[in-house]
């Protein structure tokens, strides 16, 4: 391994320019609609466009049967009013098929808005995810600025709304705009002209009933936009509120073992009331904004009806317009009225849908940012393969945060199979940045890190990841389990020391990662490490909650069982320095962390340590229990 220079500043939260800069919202809307519109564009274009026609076939269905309602109503007040026996009964009878219609027609629109709000939402859902989940961006939006706080909220809820509203929005404007257009129509002919004297001057007003349903939708229309203005913003402060909620109580839940032994339920219960009433806050903000639009949406219910009424009640008292024509113009007038202040009715919902769908915009534009950051060019590591003798080099590596400031400075880096490398230095020197940089975790800097062509990589993180099922998908994972046979898991349990729970590897419905101590969950690792038999193995601290006796015993097993593997550990343990050949040391400096030391380890230093080591175990625990571990 050969090294030519390492300097290292410890990461300073210091702001690119234009990095606290949030987009506004026109720009998420429109980021949220180019990836959403993928759903009608990309492989599940057929079933959307056929979802979509089917539900505007059902539009112009209900448009015709409200079309021979409102007829039927003429009809039947006709009838009433000249008291006509027959007729009423005949009316009476065509409200049959009417109506059966009508409900065949509503189930039809429930159908289709469901199942086209399913669909989409499923295809945004698998977008996001596999955006979220590719080359581990959803473990970088931790160190990445942008609007993208509890991505799991945003994916579930936030696209959850964000998909169904706009197809009940779709659907509600679309029947809107042609019920107004064809029940102007029907006002217009029933209404016909209003004619008044004023001054001695006789006036006549065409359409009169139109034009009012125009006018009161207007000022009903501008009072609600008026009123509801700031709804989006207050809309988004309380999603965002309701999803910090959930993630302090998710993570006390997750944490409940730690916080239990510390007796920090005091102040897990005062960072909840916090975080609760901030969420009771935003839902006070919002309750004013409700009351508020409310005032004008329940207004226009009661006035609505009376409206017409009014204007239609000089005619009848003229016998110029019939009681059926009356009840249809009157019906008419609020269907059209209704059609025009769709917004009034629904203004909430759209600033909800809003808010939700500019958390969503939010989160793919910081999925974006760092799949930019994937691809080669200045400010990017270049990952590659090479057909070389060496299992990993470092070419002229520096290592950044994402806002530019520098972690780890140009480096030359080469170590070959079966060389074993321990990173060493204080807290915060940037050890784990550069380690999650080999891992590929790390994609911010410049420089290249080639690895041999067909190598596998592995990487030990000091926390494991335990995943939920039985213990023989545990030690599998990420391979399917019935990649791997019971002797296989067995063997892997022994070598990691884990002899107990071999015979437990199918027991389901229980929570591992909650039942396995610290150090029981670094041996699982140790586990999979032996089935995965990689060719480069990243260790950051991956023995920090064993005994040094196990320890001792796993990294030799480790040798004993990979001698070819490269391994680049960070540990603080003098211990470690027994199982590793060459040593980085980082050391701080005013300037910030620097390499002061790159020295090959003794070869007799592996030897007598395991002496050592050995002879301190025999005479703490009986031959029986030697090779436990």
Not at 197 to 220: C, D, F, M, R, T
Not at 544 to 564: H, M, N
Request: hydrophobic share 45%; net charge positive.
């Amino acid at each position: 391994m050969q090294l030519r220079s390492l300097d290292v500043k410890r990461p300073r939260r210091t702001r690119a320019r234009g990095a606290t800069q949030r987009p506004d919202r026109r720009q998420l809307f429109g980021r949220f609609w180019r990836t959403a519109s993928g759903f009608w564009t990309g492989q599940s274009r057929r079933e959307a466009w056929f979802l979509t026609l089917t539900l505007l076939a059902i539009i112009l269905c209900q448009l015709f049967v409200q079309i021979r309602l409102n007829i039927w109503n003429r009809d039947i007040f006709d009838a009433l009013d000249k008291r006509d026996f027959e007729a009423v009964a005949w009316v009476a009878l065509l409200f049959v098929p009417l109506a059966l219609a009508a409900v065949v027609f509503n189930v039809a629109s429930v159908w289709g808005r469901l199942t086209t709000q399913r669909a989409w939402r499923a295809w945004m859902t698998d977008h996001q995810v596999d955006a979220w989940l590719k080359n581990g961006r959803y473990y970088q939006l931790n160190f990445v600025k942008g609007e993208h706080q509890n991505p799991e909220f945003r994916i579930a809820d936030d696209t959850r709304i964000a998909t169904e509203s706009p197809v009940d929005f779709a659907f509600g404007v679309t029947t809107a705009v042609l019920t107004a257009i064809t029940f102007i129509s029907v006002l217009w002919a029933v209404g016909g002209t209003l004619d008044a004297e004023w001054k001695g001057y006789q006036i006549a007003i065409p359409g009169y009933l139109v034009l009012v349903a125009i006018l009161y939708s207007l000022v009903s229309t501008t009072a609600m936009v008026f009123i509801g203005r700031r709804f989006v913003e207050v809309a988004e402060r309380k999603n965002q509120a309701e999803a910090e909620f959930r993630y302090a109580a998710t993570r006390l839940r997750e944490n409940g073992e730690s916080i239990a032994l510390l007796g920090g339920e005091p102040e897990e219960r005062s960072g909840l009331s916090i975080a609760l009433g901030h969420v009771i806050m935003q839902w006070r903000a919002l309750c004013g904004q409700y009351l508020r639009t409310t005032v004008v949406s329940y207004g226009n219910f009661v006035l609505a009806p009376v409206i017409p009424l009014l204007l239609c009640a000089p005619k009848y008292l003229a016998s110029t317009m019939s009681l059926g024509e009356v009840m249809q113009a009157s019906t008419a007038f609020v269907t059209v009225q209704q059609s025009f202040n769709w917004l009034v009715e629904n203004y909430p919902n759209l600033a909800n849908w809003t808010a939700s769908a500019n958390r969503v915009a939010g989160l793919l534009v910081s999925l974006e940012r760092l799949q930019l950051a994937e691809q080669p060019g200045i400010g990017h590591i270049h990952r590659s393969e090479k057909d070389e003798k060496a299992a990993l080099e470092l070419h002229r590596l520096s290592v950044n945060l994402d806002d530019g400031t520098a972690v780890v400075r140009e480096t030359q880096v080469e170590i070959n199979p079966g060389e074993k490398v321990l990173v060493v230095g204080e807290s915060g020197a940037g050890k784990s940045t550069l380690i999650r940089a080999i891992a590929g975790l790390w994609p911010w800097g410049d420089g290249e890190i080639a690895i041999r062509r067909g190598s596998r990589l592995f990487f030990m993180p000091q926390r494991p990841y335990v995943p939920i099922g039985t213990l023989k998908h545990a030690v599998a994972y990420p391979n399917p389990t019935d990649s791997l046979d019971d002797r296989e898991v067995e063997q892997a349990l022994a070598d990691a020391g884990l002899s107990h729970l071999v015979d437990r590897i199918h027991d389901k419905g229980v929570p591992w990662d909650r039942t396995l101590s610290g150090g029981e969950q670094q041996r699982l690792t140790f586990a999979q490490l032996f089935i995965q038999k990689p060719d480069i193995i990243v260790m950051d601290e991956a023995t920090s909650a064993l005994d040094p006796e196990t320890q001792a015993r796993l990294l030799r097993r480790v040798s004993e069982r990979l001698p070819r593997a490269a391994v680049i550990s960070v540990g603080h343990r003098p211990e470690l320095e027994a199982f590793h050949n060459r040593r980085l040391v980082l050391a701080r400096r005013k300037d910030g962390a620097r390499l002061v030391a790159d020295e090959a380890l003794p070869p007799t230093s592996f030897a007598l340590r395991r002496a050592l080591a050995l002879l301190f175990r025999r005479h703490r625990l009986p031959q029986d229990q030697e090779d436990e571990i």
